[in-house]
């Protein structure tokens, strides 16, 4: 009885750090948290085709729900870069709809207890057939790498290649820069890291209280966790879009590192300003 009661409980609690494969295409891996981003870009592509095609001058709920965060956030890049936010808002907006929708995925029925019987380590297990994507480190990292490529490369169209370059490894005095250089690209770089650990762990965190509350307690109390979940998910997608448009806005405003500024650069009460809404 005791063994039984052991297996019956860990079957209950299946949360694995890494995503976990259900079946191959070949020599690709399709793994339960690649079918949650799949789940939520469908969602999201849906729902982007029903606004373009129903659209209407008076909003109705769902319209008016769709178009909040692209007033928000477009609010916000207005006043941060007034003559750039209608480029930028495209990729930004995407970038929080798909981290929100992909937070949103955990909280569907069935995911975590819908699952297929896989074989691992000599093992039979039930492996979750949904998983929300942030909680798998590939997608955070990916979503990372995608928001360092366009802050450089909007650093890059702003300031020129050599404006961009001088202005991050050329320090100011000059002979500082052996000492500086070095700093500059372990803070770029470790934008990377800072931007996927933090969706990653948030999410990964809140998928494991999800797990332990399902089968140590009753419906109401998971139903509570679940409201707390709906909200932090949608803190972390836009806290991830805020601090994009932050490494955005500072890659392109000029801090008189030698060459001319941009005349429409923001300024430092704009950064100062974008750095306390991401956090």
Same mark, same amino acid.
């Given at each position: ?42 969602? @999201?592509?849906?729902? /982007?085709? !029903? ?28 006043? @941060? ?10 990729? %930004?907006?995407?970038?929080? #709809?798909? %981290?929100?929708?992909?937070?949103? %995925? ?5 995911? =975590?207890?819908?699952? *297929? ?17 942030? *909680?798998?480190?590939?997608?955070? #990292? ?7 490529? @366009?802050?450089?490369? !909007? ?15 050329? *320090?100011? +005095? ?7 250089? +070095? ?42 966790? @679940?409201? #707390?979940?709906?909200?932090?998910? /949608?803190?972390? /997608? ?15 405003? =000029?801090? =008189?590192?030698?060459?001319?500024? +941009?005349?429409?650069? +923001? ?9 306390? /809404?991401?956090?």
């Amino acid at each position: 009885m005791p063994e039984e009661a052991a297996e019956h409980s860990e079957s209950l609690i299946h949360v694995s750090i890494k995503a976990e494969t259900l079946f191959h295409i070949g020599p690709i891996a399709v793994t339960n948290s690649m079918v949650g981003t799949l789940v939520a870009t469908a969602i @999201l592509v849906s729902l /982007a085709i !029903w606004a373009s095609r129903r659209n209407s001058l008076v909003p109705g709920r769902l319209q008016a729900l769709l178009e909040f965060p692209l007033d928000f956030l477009g609010g916000i890049m207005q006043s @941060l870069q007034p003559t750039r936010w209608r480029a930028i808002l495209p990729p %930004v907006i995407t970038i929080f #709809l798909l %981290v929100l929708l992909g937070n949103y %995925v955990g909280l569907l029925p069935g995911v =975590g207890t819908i699952g *297929a019987n896989v074989i691992e380590e000599g093992h039979e297990a039930v492996v979750p057939i949904l998983r929300p994507p942030s *909680a798998d480190l590939n997608f955070t #990292l990916a979503l990372a790498v995608i928001a360092f490529v @366009l802050f450089v490369s !909007w650093g890059i169209r702003a300031n020129g290649v050599r404006g961009y370059l001088k202005e991050t490894f050329i *320090a100011n +005095p000059a002979y500082m820069t052996p000492l500086m250089t +070095p700093i500059h690209i372990v803070s770029e770089l470790s934008r990377i890291i800072s931007l996927s650990m933090r969706l990653f762990g948030n999410v990964f965190a809140g998928e494991i209280l999800l797990a332990v509350m399902l089968s140590l307690t009753f419906v109401v109390v998971p139903a509570m966790f @679940l409201g #707390l979940e709906a909200i932090f998910g /949608a803190v972390q /997608a836009l806290v991830f879009a805020l601090l994009t448009l932050t490494y955005i806005t500072l890659a392109t405003a =000029g801090h =008189g590192g030698g060459h001319d500024e +941009p005349h429409d650069a +923001p300024s430092h009460d704009a950064d100062d300003a974008a750095l306390q /809404a991401a956090h």
